[in-house]
């Protein structure tokens, strides 16, 4: 067995909605049914007992080796305790060569499941050891660390509940809900409307007292010092005016309970304290210790939305176990890790639990008695092992009023604020109680899993106060796929936007634009594109042209759509590649958008003639509108029976015009006044505004809206390069284009037809071929011309695509062998010396078609030569 390529695939894909790891994997004929391979499923279970059945998904389906990896991949994910189902295993074409794709819920941990599957795989055919403990133990460490942490989660779990799309922007906690201009993001508990002044505020502890104390918050008295001796007079000073008091020690800006000392009476001890905290942090504080109980109230906005009693870790004797072996046994709790992964860390047998100890008269191997309480350190923060027990139900209303205050003197959005007092059933002021901190960022595991009581939706109310109800953060998402018309159709569907007044983010295989400006170049059709669409800041609306490599290679950008539009399913695009090998696979690609387009609201708009694109309504699970040329088509007099919409041309109407029609209203759009249509002379761009106007419609933007974003485009070679740009040049016609298959070449010579500039004269061709392309399809090409053209001028091009030096032309000529027009061939090596032999034959009534590889040079090339002329 050999993995020969591993990809993940990181959104909606060829094979489910999951994210997955796709292998290919390359098996001896003996490895093709495993049963030929002597006790290899025995040895398989002996090692992995919990492997579920090898049943592939088609049940006549040999098993094969292939079969085994897909099997022990998603069960070592599943046994580590990864949320994974799918999985599935697809033989090729090519003899002994299999698909695998595994759903992942972590990218990295499902390629450790597949590396290690494949390692188990290798053991169970040698009848080798495999360690399946310690493969379990590093998925659910490297898991554990690449997983979004319990507070992060649990606020983006609660955004996906709301329909809420999110991408992670780091490997820690920074996560992006929404897109374009309705996004936000948050950071754990922080959100970007969290201010660097509140956070500030809230580390500095004796700047939080006196906000709080000018606002009438109830806070315990102290001051900062400035060593120990300091240290010392404070506690005095305290003494002083609240007789009997001990104080607390504690770092001015400190977290997680580190370096604070509580309830310290001699002047060792707080000495003792004051080193400990200077470890911290420079600037120490020294409060009033107040009695009671350790409470953390969460504030999101201006609510209290959960309550919890936090108890410091502890043990309780049982007149047999010492302390450290009680310790190891809470620590067992599966409840209990490292970090803040689990809903409970671990108790630190630590210095500082030894201390505590010490205070009151015990060490690590003394056996407490049955029933004695053992604490083991003063604070109650849960990320040094301590409890928490939720209140929410009981805290008083003007409990909640006074931490509500609290955080907004702060300014936090988000608070986590810490009091202490006997009771939350009754008002601070009442039980002499105080607020100690208001912490920014708060930790989240308390309320979601407390100890004790029942958790609370706080990832809930994040989000709520980020989101007006009914407020998903998406904004308008236009997908489109084809084989040809794709660029234009996105660029028309862009411009119709545009005239709404959103800011479009547009990306084609010419560039990623936003507002009209060019941020990237080069072939931008692709996931990561779309993906960078929707993380700017300033893009009201996103239209994505969505090319087949990119699915096949990384799935989709984004998780659905709210239009899907698919123009065309053609001959020759990259058929052979990756294992698509017929139209019919290549049209289960495009389809992928159509499969994703938001249930229920979600809009796919299908050529209603293109028997393949058609077909794909069936996978829609949304509704569908059809647009095709030919109104009396079966599909369209079948959807406009049912008075489902439609768009469709009546050429017979004064003037001719496309019409967008369902049941018995209608909405006409003149040919006229759709420039690109050249008034309806150009075929396959009357079917792109066609598709245009159906996303447009689907969208429900206004029907006037629709008309003037059509009037505005303008085919040229800026709007939309390589896609039917006319020039003049010395009397002749020039026409520009990037068709690169057989269907794109036969539309433009069927559009050529019927332009009056391509009947006088002459006609020539300037062409090269991709070498990316199967060699039928390179064929066809100058088949097709040398039936249409008087001239043709053959050209190597820039990129060979894997094919040696001279095929490519080879072939094209091939093509032009049984011509019934051309008399006239010529080879150029170069595309710019091409264009340039072409332009020197031309004579006045002319015309020359210039199907151009590398877009914007050739169209600067010849737009020079325009103006030489």
């Not at 504080?285 to 409470?295: C, Q």
Request: net charge negative.
């Amino acid at each position: 067995m050999e993995v020969t390529r591993i990809r993940a695939l990181r959104g909606p894909n060829l094979w489910s909605r999951h994210t997955a790891v796709e292998a290919i994997v390359k098996c001896t004929p003996a490895e093709c049914e495993i049963g030929s391979i002597d006790n290899f499923e025995a040895r398989l279970r002996e090692r992995f007992p919990e492997i579920a059945m090898l049943q592939p998904a088609g049940h006549n389906e040999a098993v094969s080796i292939a079969h085994a990896l897909e099997f022990a991949t998603l069960g070592l994910q599943a046994q580590a305790g990864c949320p994974v189902t799918f999985s599935r295993t697809t033989q090729t074409l090519e003899a002994g060569v299999f698909q695998v794709v595994v759903e992942y819920s972590e990218e990295d941990v499902g390629r450790l499941a597949l590396e290690l599957a494949e390692q188990l795989c290798r053991a169970a055919t040698a009848g080798l050891p495999f360690d399946l403990a310690a493969a379990l133990h590093g998925l659910r460490e490297l898991d554990e660390d690449v997983r979004l942490g319990p507070s992060t989660g649990a606020i983006v779990y609660a955004a996906v509940a709301r329909n809420i799309p999110y991408r992670r922007l780091t490997e820690g906690s920074m996560v992006q809900f929404g897109w374009g201009s309705k996004q936000r993001r948050i950071q754990a508990a922080e959100t970007d409307r969290t201010s660097a002044v509140a956070e500030s505020i809230a580390q500095d502890k004796e700047l939080t007292k006196t906000l709080l104390n000018a606002a009438g918050v109830a806070v315990p008295f102290g001051r900062p010092v400035t060593g120990a001796a300091d240290a010392w007079a404070a506690a005095r000073e305290i003494d002083t005016r609240f007789e009997g008091s001990t104080v607390v020690v504690k770092p001015q800006d400190g977290n997680q309970g580190k370096g604070i000392s509580v309830n310290l009476a001699t002047r060792e001890q707080v000495e003792a304290a004051y080193a400990a905290a200077a470890e911290v942090s420079d600037d120490v504080l020294v409060e009033r210790f107040l009695p009671g109980h350790d409470y953390r109230v969460l504030v999101v906005g201006n609510k209290l939305v959960a309550a919890a009693r936090r108890d410091p870790p502890q043990v309780i004797g049982d007149g047999v176990h010492t302390v450290r072996e009680l310790v190891e046994l809470v620590n067992g709790d599966p409840r209990r890790g490292e970090g803040h992964a689990t809903s409970l860390t671990k108790i630190r047998f630590d210095d500082i639990a030894l201390a505590r100890l010490a205070l009151q008269n015990l060490g690590a191997e003394s056996v407490p008695a049955k029933g004695q309480r053992i604490v083991l350190r003063n604070n109650a923060n849960l990320s040094t092992g301590g409890t928490a027990t939720d209140v929410t139900d009981d805290v008083h209303p003007e409990f909640a009023a006074q931490a509500i205050a609290a955080a907004l003197t702060v300014g936090l959005d988000i608070a986590g604020v810490d009091v202490v007092c006997d009771s939350v059933l009754r008002p601070l002021d009442e039980q002499g109680g105080g607020i100690v901190e208001v912490n920014a960022a708060p930790g989240l595991r308390m309320h979601l899993q407390p100890s004790f009581g029942k958790g609370r939706a706080v990832g809930e109310a994040i989000v709520a106060n980020m989101f007006a109800d009914g407020d998903d953060a998406r904004i308008p998402l236009v997908a489109v796929a084809g084989t040809n018309g794709k660029t234009t159709t996105v660029r028309l569907i862009a411009g119709i936007l545009g005239a709404r007044g959103y800011r479009v983010g547009m990306t084609t295989t010419d560039g990623v634009y936003v507002a009209g400006q060019r941020i990237d170049t080069g072939d931008c059709s692709g996931p990561k594109s779309a993906r960078n669409v929707l993380l700017h800041p300033d893009v009201d609306a996103a239209v994505l042209e969505t090319a087949r490599g990119g699915v096949l290679r990384e799935g989709l950008g984004f998780d659905r759509c709210n239009v899907a539009v698919v123009t065309n399913i053609g001959l020759g695009d990259h058929l052979g590649l990756s294992y698509i090998s017929t139209v019919e696979d290549l049209s289960v690609v495009k389809r992928v958008i159509v499969q994703n387009v938001a249930p229920g609201t979600g809009v796919a708009v299908l050529n209603a003639v293109d028997t393949l694109v058609a077909s794909m309504a069936d996978a829609c699970p949304g509704s569908v509108i059809f647009f095709a040329c030919d109104r009396n088509h079966p599909v369209m007099a079948m959807h406009r029976a049912q008075g489902k919409r439609v768009v469709y041309l009546d050429g017979d109407s004064v003037p001719p015009s496309i019409v967008a029609s369902s049941g018995s209203e209608e909405q006409r759009f003149p040919l006229k006044d759709i420039p690109v249509t050249q008034n309806g002379a150009i075929g396959f761009q009357t079917e792109n505004a066609m598709a245009a106007i159906g996303a447009g419609w689907a969208l429900g933007l206004e029907w006037d809206i629709l008309r003037a974003g059509l009037a505005g485009f303008v085919n040229d070679a800026q709007t939309a390069p390589g896609r039917f740009n006319l020039f003049a040049y010395r009397g002749a016609t020039l026409i520009a284009d990037y068709g690169h298959n057989p269907d794109a070449i036969q539309a433009l010579v069927n559009a050529i037809d019927q332009m009056p500039a391509g009947n006088g004269g002459r006609r020539s061709v300037v062409i090269s071929g991709a070498g990316d392309r199967r060699d039928e399809d390179i064929r066809q090409q100058t088949e097709i011309l040398g039936g249409a053209f008087d001239r043709v001028v053959l050209y190597q091009d820039q990129c060979q695509r894997g094919r040696a030096d001279g095929e490519v032309l080879a072939l094209l000529r091939q093509g032009l062998e049984n011509a019934r027009r051309t008399t006239d061939i010529r080879e150029i090596y170069g595309e710019f010396l091409a264009i340039d032999t072409a332009l020197g034959s031309l004579q006045t009534g002319d015309l020359c078609l210039i199907l151009i590889d590398q877009i914007e040079e050739a169209l600067e090339h010849i737009a020079r030569r325009v103006a030489e002329s």
